[in-house]
């Protein structure tokens, strides 16, 4: 099990990255942002096999949390907890349907509630497994529920009854887990819509958990934090690493490693744009209508019904403008991002 490290909770540094975005943050948003609706109140977890021995937990109602599962001989992994106790136990019965082995393993794909506050509703025998940053981050609680109240209908019952419990076992950059004739990649490549996204692979069916990293078919990169050139970076790594089949998203419809595809150059093109609006001395409303989404973004899915289509380009159009405001703020108040890139312009153009 290399890259494995014993979380020591109380040595690990109080602070939380200055990238994190303040609660309030979501009162700011531009206009036509809409908060994702994640409370979880008649959502049910459909279970799917994509291979032997791997499952995804497939959210009914959009977008709240997918979440899934992976045997071996030894025992199962899962992955996410959920946002509370009552949907970590409709996972542990999802389960429960399939085997009786041991629940070896939860992973936290990021730090967000939605992904963690299930946690302590495990067996105590379990261990919670998350990447380092997002360990850290998850033991600022109290923020973490003020900044999920929007998205659950400002209803404070949702996790009313959730107790934190964080990790047993942290990774770095990589961990490997043994499930007994089944081996489990956790791979953190970078910062990208938090600072510890993990993605967890199944080598032998390439089928990858995203989390919040990569969401369902027909999205776009959600920055919720900022940090284009990062994210940027964290998928080109992705793409080196690993050949993914079938993605289970945090969020949304099932979707494949082509969205990779949709990702890469949505990133690139965002920081061109801002880029371009900030040198030409233009304002936030200026640069984001000099920014719209692409229409090779706003393709919708074949078959799906059309409110629910409605709802999620007007969703993903409001994750669009949040993303150039973050990219837009992140760019104005680095001084030394914008020299970087003005240095790097000239070499360019040498
Ligand atoms: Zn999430």
Redesign the pocket.
């Known amino acids: 099990m290399k890259g494995i490290s014993k979380a020591a909770h109380a040595g690990l540094s109080p602070l939380i990255p200055a990238v994190l975005a303040p609660p309030e943050v979501m009162t700011q948003a531009p206009p036509g942002f809409i908060p994702?609706p994640?409370n979880p109140s008649g959502a049910r977890l459909e279970t799917k096999e994509l291979a032997p021995g791997v499952y995804g937990l497939l959210s009914s109602k959009l977008p709240v949390?997918n979440s899934g599962f992976v045997v071996g001989e030894h025992g199962v992994l899962v992955i996410d907890a959920h946002i509370n106790g009552a949907m970590a136990g409709l996972i542990q019965t999802a389960v429960r349907q399939v085997t009786n082995k041991p629940i070896l393993y939860v992973v936290n794909?990021?730090y967000?509630g939605?992904?963690t506050f299930g946690n302590y509703a495990f067996p105590q025998e379990t261990l919670i497994v998350a990447q380092q940053k997002t360990a850290e981050i998850m033991r600022d609680f109290e923020r973490e529920k003020q900044l999920l109240l929007p998205t659950v209908g400002n209803d404070p019952t949702v996790f009313g009854d959730v107790r934190l419990r964080l990790p047993d076992l942290v990774l770095d950059e990589y961990l490997e887990l043994d499930l007994g004739g089944r081996v489990v990649e956790l791979h953190h490549f970078g910062h990208g819509?938090t600072p510890g996204d993990t993605v967890v692979f199944v080598p032998e069916a390439r089928v990858a958990w995203t989390?919040?990293l990569i969401l369902g078919e027909g999205t776009i990169p959600f920055l919720i934090e900022g940090g284009a050139g990062a994210y940027l970076e964290t998928m080109a790594k992705f793409t080196h690493t690993l050949e993914v089949g079938t993605i289970v998203p945090?969020?949304g419809l099932l979707t494949s490693g082509a969205i990779l595809g949709r990702y890469l150059p949505y990133l690139s093109e965002l920081i061109e744009s801002v880029r371009k609006a900030i040198r030409a001395g233009q304002n936030l409303d200026e640069a984001i209508a000099a920014t719209p989404l692409g229409q090779q973004y706003t393709e919708d899915i074949a078959g799906s019904d059309p409110p629910l289509v409605a709802q999620f380009a007007a969703f993903r159009a409001g994750i669009h403008r949040w993303n150039v405001w973050r990219t837009y703020q992140g760019m104005k108040g680095d001084p030394t991002s914008i020299q970087h890139l003005a240095r790097g312009l000239s070499l360019a153009s040498v």
Do not use: A, C, F, M
């Open positions: 994702p994640l949390d794909t990021n967000h939605d992904h819509n989390g919040n945090g969020h």
